[in-house]
């Protein structure tokens, strides 16, 4: 290509370079970048000019050379696969008839904001400063597996992909699995519909998708299998239609779900399983719609109100630390009720711990009764009437005083009974007084002999209430003495 044939705009562009200057249209911000097909020559550059002119040029001596174009139309394709380029580029509200090809590029800098692109090509590709698309539209995919970019990546208000009613499937609309942003990810109000991956990526910074948009029906929206993120995952009032896949994923700051909705309807809507994340916020966020598998994950905090819960969950193996807010253990234990799995001991004793923790004692209790009560429904018929007995009498042993009642009330009865049918003495003469309140307690409490039950031997049916009573006593009165021995231990 020679400098003769350029046109007069072209030219302007290729003497703006060396000194990095910026070059805009006449008309550059007054139309939309995806009018851009109207734009007549005066606004119009060549692909293939912008390519010798970046591979071949330098920079004036004492400048520092830029590509930077506004309100461009860029006709032809531009393929800068495998090159390397030691410029900043920026294209600002410029229209691209054709996808760029950017594999395998190296630049120091690259910027397409308020952009239309039909499509973007830069899979591993290299940029050492920051890579933007803020406020571009590109209706195709963005490839940018493996790439690496030494700064930050901004992607907020970009519309990704086009809305469509049919099935099929298609590749995700942006392709960022495997790659390595040294800073932040930056897409706030990011609207793509179609999959955003993220899968295996790692950000040394932050993810930032405050108030996104990301549709993909019935598929995953956001696939963020094994990400790695330095501090927090911001996603305040999001709003999906897919699931949300954070399987794997290691977030060591907060995983922030505040005002959000998410929606896959008769699918998993939050797929977050053998995730290790600092805290997970989901207060005020609209029920989920679709089922939440968390199997296996851990968590120094869960902020969620159980109204935030779908109606299925699968909870096996989740661990945490504390819950927010503090509820009743009442309200928490309706959750355990809907996992799929079922019956799931290690929940109810994560759910009791955590109360523990912050020294309700009555809420683990609560929580372990629960527990019991739950696994009594997983029993053959014979064991679940053994179970409900112990339910009734003693609480399963963590109501000792409703041991203590029963006692009392046995101590009464034995009383009243015995006090109106004395039992007869084992050797007459020689037994001390009757007493019919502590011969009652000499049956009730074991090991203690006040020396009333070898001296009185019942008959009949008051043999059998002895019997009773006997039995009855070695249970409650090890509960009540358990009870009092875990008080003690708390102390």
Known sequence: ?????????????????PRGRDVESPDAGNDKAEEGRSWGPDRTVRAEVLRKLLLTSCP???????????????????DLRFAEVPYAIRFWGCYFERAPLLYAMAVRQLN???????????????????LRITGSRIPGEVRLSGARISGAFFL??????????????RNPVLQLNHATINDDVSGPHLVAHGTVRLAGATVAGAVNLDEAELSEPGRTALDAENLKVGSNLSASRLRTSGAVDLRGAKIP??????ESRLSNPGGMALWASSCAIGELWLHDAAPIDGS??????????????????PTSVELDGLTFSSLSPQLPADERLELLERDEDGYVPHSYEQLSAAYRRVGDDAGARAVQLAKQRRHRRTLSWYAKLWSAAQDVTVGYGYRPTRAMTWL???????????????????EPGKAPDFNALVYTLDLLLPIIDFGQEKAFNPHGLYQWLAYLLIAAGWILATTVVAGITRAVSRQ
């Open 112 to 130: 397409f904001s308020e952009c239309y692109l039909p499509a973007l090509d830069a899979a591993t590709i290299r940029v050492d400063g920051v």
């Open 1 to 17: 290509m020679k400098i003769a044939d350029l046109t007069a705009f072209e030219r302007e562009v290729w003497d703006a370079f």
């Open 60 to 78: 004036a001596d004492g400048e520092v050379a830029a590509l930077r174009l506004a309100g461009v139309r860029i006709s032809g394709r531009l």
């Open 408 to 426: 009392l009330a046995l101590l009464l009865t034995g009383t009243i009974v015995y006090g109106l049918h004395h039992p007869q003495p084992v």
């Open 292 to 309: 939440v598998r968390l199997r296996r994950s851990q968590f120094d905090l869960i902020h969620a109100t159980p109204d935030a819960w």
């Open 253 to 258: 700051g907060h995983l922030d779900l505040i």
């Open 156 to 169: 907020d208000r970009a519309h990704l992909g086009r809305a469509r009613s049919d099935d099929l499937e």
